[in-house]
C-alpha cells in the first residue's frame, strides 16, 4: 500500500505563497488519484484539490479556486499544491491522500493518507 509523506508547510503572511509536496513510497504512485484537504482547528477536514493519476484532470474547492494549484510529477513519485494569495482562513492542517482509480472530492473515499503538515497565515 502506498504511504505518503507530506513537506512544505510553515508560517507565512497574508497573500504570501507556500508550496506543500507530498512524496509517496511503496505501491505505483500513477495508479493513484492524489487529493489534498486541510483541517482547521475545531472543524472537519475538507476537500481543497485533487488530480488524476494521469494529471490531466483536476479539481478544486471554490474557496481555493484560482489561488492554489494541485500537480504531480508521476516519475518523482510526488503531487504538488502551490498556494498563492494566502488568507488567515487558509489557516491549516494539510493532508496528502491517495485513492485508486477517479479522482473525487470526498474525504471518505480516499483510502491512505499523509500525517499532515501545518500552515499557518498570519494577518
Known amino acids: 500500500q502506498v504511504q505518503l509523506v507530506e513537506s512544505g508547510g510553515g508560517l507565512v503572511q497574508a497573500g504570501g505563497s507556500l508550496r506543500l509536496s507530498c512524496v509517496a513510497s511503496e505501491g505505483t504512485f500513477s495508479n493513484y488519484a492524489m487529493g489534498w484537504f486541510r483541517q482547521a482547528p475545531g472543524k472537519s477536514r475538507e476537500f481543497a484539490a485533487a488530480i488524476s493519476w494521469s494529471g490531466g484532470s483536476t479539481y478544486y474547492a471554490d474557496s481555493v479556486k484560482g489561488r492554489f494549484t494541485i500537480s504531480r510529477d508521476n516519475a518523482k513519485n510526488r503531487v504538488y499544491l502551490q498556494m498563492n494569495s494566502l488568507k488567515p482562513e487558509d489557516t491549516a492542517v494539510y493532508y496528502c491522500?491517495?485513492?485508486?482509480?477517479?479522482?473525487?472530492?470526498?474525504?471518505?473515499?480516499?483510502?491512505?493518507w499523509g500525517q499532515g503538515t501545518q500552515v499557518t497565515v498570519s494577518s
Open positions: 491522500a491517495a485513492r485508486i482509480r477517479l479522482a473525487v472530492t470526498s474525504v471518505d473515499d480516499y483510502r491512505y
